[in-house]
C-alpha cells in the first residue's frame, strides 16, 4: 500500500523568500517520488523525481527535493520565490506495479 | 517536440448528451492515462493503457463511462449519456513504460467539461 500526505493546502511567502512545501509518504518497497506544478488552466508539469539515486533532487526552476527514507519525506524547496512560481503543487509516489498515487496538493501564493 | 494534446479545450453541453474527449500521447510513450480533476476530489485515475490494452479501469465511474485507444496515437474518452456531475477538468497523460515503472507521466492541458 502506498499513500501521500501533503502537510499544507495553502503556503503564502513573500518574493524573494525561501519556500517550502511538505510532503510525507508511505510505501511498502522503495518508492519513486515526483513533485509536480499545476499553473492555471493547464495540465501537470513535472518539477522533479526521485529514483533510488541521489537524495537531493534538483528540478526545473531552481526547485529541489530531499528525499529522507528515515522520515518518509520528500520535501520541496526552493531558496528565493519569485512570482511565476505561484502554482499548485502536487506530490506523487509510486512504490512498483501500481497506480500513482497523488497528494491533495498544496496552493503556493507569492506576495509582492 | 509535442506534448500531450487533448481536445476539446472546453465543452459545455445539456446533460444527456454523449460528449467525446480526444487525446494524442507524445510519440513513443506506450502507457495512456484518463484523469478527472474536481475541486471536491482532486485527480482521480479513471483508466490505464498500456500497448494500447486496458490494464485498469477500475476508477471508471460508471457504464456511462467508455474509453478507447485504436492504435498508439489516439484515445479517446465516452460518456453517454452526460450527467451535471460529470463535470470537471479531463486530463490525458503518457509515458515511457508499463504503470509502476519510475518514468513520469506527461500531461495535456486539459478538457474543461461543464454540463449544464
Known amino acids: 500500500a502506498q499513500s501521500v500526505t501533503q502537510l499544507d493546502s495553502h503556503v503564502s511567502v513573500s518574493e524573494g523568500t525561501p519556500v517550502l512545501l511538505r510532503c510525507n509518504y508511505s510505501s511498502s518497497y522503495s518508492p519513486s517520488l515526483f513533485w509536480y506544478v499545476q499553473h492555471p488552466n493547464k495540465g501537470l508539469q513535472l518539477l522533479l523525481k526521485?529514483?533510488?539515486?541521489?537524495?537531493l533532487v534538483k528540478g526545473i526552476n531552481g526547485f529541489e527535493a530531499e528525499f529522507k527514507k528515515s522520515e518518509t519525506s520528500f520535501h520541496l524547496t526552493k531558496p528565493s520565490a519569485h512570482m511565476s512560481d505561484a502554482a499548485e503543487y502536487f506530490c506523487v509516489v509510486n512504490s512498483g506495479y501500481s497506480t500513482l498515487t497523488f497528494g491533495k496538493g498544496t496552493m503556493l501564493l507569492v506576495s509582492p | 517536440d509535442a506534448g500531450v494534446i487533448q481536445s476539446p479545450r472546453h465543452e459545455v453541453t445539456e446533460m444527456g448528451q454523449e460528449v467525446t474527449l480526444r487525446c494524442k500521447p507524445i510519440?513513443?510513450?506506450?502507457?495512456l492515462f484518463w484523469y478527472r480533476q474536481t475541486m471536491m476530489r482532486g485527480l482521480e485515475l479513471l483508466i490505464y493503457?498500456?500497448?494500447?490494452?486496458?490494464?485498469?479501469d477500475s476508477g471508471m465511474p460508471e457504464d456511462r463511462f467508455s474509453a478507447k485507444m485504436p492504435n498508439a496515437s489516439f484515445s479517446t474518452l465516452k460518456i453517454q449519456p452526460s450527467e451535471p456531475r460529470d463535470s470537471a477538468v479531463y486530463f490525458c497523460?503518457?509515458?515511457?513504460?508499463?504503470?509502476?515503472?519510475?518514468?513520469?507521466?506527461?500531461f495535456g492541458d486539459g478538457t474543461r467539461l461543464s454540463i449544464l
Open positions: 526521485y529514483t533510488s539515486a541521489a537524495t
Open positions: 497523460a503518457s509515458s515511457l513504460g508499463a504503470q509502476g515503472s519510475n518514468q513520469p507521466q506527461h
Open positions: 510519440s513513443g510513450h506506450n502507457s
Open positions: 493503457f498500456n500497448n494500447n490494452v486496458p490494464i485498469d
